[in-house]
C-alpha cells in the first residue's frame, strides 16, 4: 500500500526560500503525478503543482513564479519549492499522488509550515 | 482555469438528517468530478470519484450525482462521523477544488 510523508522545516524566515520533500513507499514512482497542495489555518485547499513520473511540470498560476517542483527517482522522493515566502504562505502542505483523469489519492498526513521572522 | 463553487459555506444539521452539498463549475467538466471528507487536523479522504463512484470502503450512505456543470454529494440519514468539511475537486483539466462546505452540529 503506497503511503507518502512530508518533511522539511517548520519555520521559514519571511523572504526565504520554504523547501518540502515527500517520500513515496510502497510503490514506484512511475506513471503517476506527484503533486502538492496547501491548506491556509482555517482555510480551503489550494492546488499548487504537480510533476510527472517523466519529469514535466505544471504550477498553478497563481504561484507559478515562485514555484518549483522536482523529482528523485533514485530515492522515491518529490520536493517542492517555493521563494519569498510571505505570511500569507503559512499552510499545511500536503503531498498526493494522482493519475491522469483522476483525483488525488493517497494524500500524505500533512505539514504545517509557518512563515515568522 | 476551470472555477469550482460549492454551496452552502455552511451547513448546520442533525444526526440523521438527510443533506445536500451542491458544487458548480464554470465550464463543462464531464464527470471528471471527486468529494473529499476532511476532519480537523487531518489530510482529506477520497469518498467519491467520477461524480458518482463511490470510493471502496465508504459508507452507502454518501452519494455522488451530477454532469457537465452541477454535482451533489448526498448523505442520505447524517451520522455522528459525518461532522466534517467536504470538498468537490474537479480534474477535467488539471486539477481545482471547490471551497468547502462545513457541516455542522445543530
Known amino acids: 500500500q503506497v503511503q507518502l510523508q512530508e518533511s522539511g522545516p517548520g519555520l521559514v524566515k519571511p523572504s526565504e526560500t520554504l523547501s518540502l520533500t515527500c517520500t513515496v513507499s510502497g510503490d514506484s514512482i512511475s506513471g503517476y503525478y506527484w503533486t502538492w497542495i496547501r491548506q491556509p489555518p482555517g482555510k480551503g485547499l489550494e492546488w499548487i503543482g504537480y510533476?510527472?513520473?517523466?519529469?514535466?511540470?505544471y504550477y498553478n498560476p497563481s504561484l507559478k513564479s515562485r514555484v518549483t517542483i522536482s523529482l528523485d527517482t533514485s530515492k522515491n522522493q518529490f520536493s517542492l519549492k517555493l521563494t519569498s515566502v510571505t505570511a500569507a504562505d503559512t499552510a499545511v502542505y500536503y503531498c498526493?499522488?494522482?493519475?491522469?483523469?483522476?483525483?488525488?489519492?493517497?494524500w500524505g498526513q500533512g505539514t504545517l509550515v509557518t512563515v515568522s521572522s | 482555469d476551470i472555477q469550482m463553487t460549492q454551496s452552502p459555506s455552511t451547513l448546520s444539521a442533525s444526526v440523521g438528517d438527510r443533506v445536500t452539498i451542491t458544487c458548480r463549475a464554470s465550464?463543462?467538466?464531464?464527470?471528471?468530478l471527486a468529494w473529499y471528507q476532511q476532519k480537523p487536523g487531518k489530510a482529506p479522504n477520497l469518498l467519491i470519484y467520477?461524480?458518482?463512484s463511490l470510493e471502496s470502503g465508504v459508507p452507502s450512505r454518501f452519494r455522488g450525482s451530477g454532469s457537465g456543470t452541477e454535482f451533489t454529494l448526498t448523505i442520505s440519514s447524517l451520522q455522528p462521523d459525518d461532522f466534517a468539511t467536504y470538498y468537490c475537486q474537479q480534474y477535467n483539466s488539471y486539477w481545482t477544488f471547490g471551497q468547502g462546505t462545513k457541516v455542522e452540529i445543530k
Open positions: 467520477k461524480a458518482s
Open positions: 510533476i510527472y513520473y517523466s519529469g514535466s511540470t
Open positions: 498526493a499522488r494522482a493519475r491522469s483523469y483522476s483525483p488525488f489519492d493517497p
Open positions: 465550464q463543462s467538466i464531464s464527470s471528471w
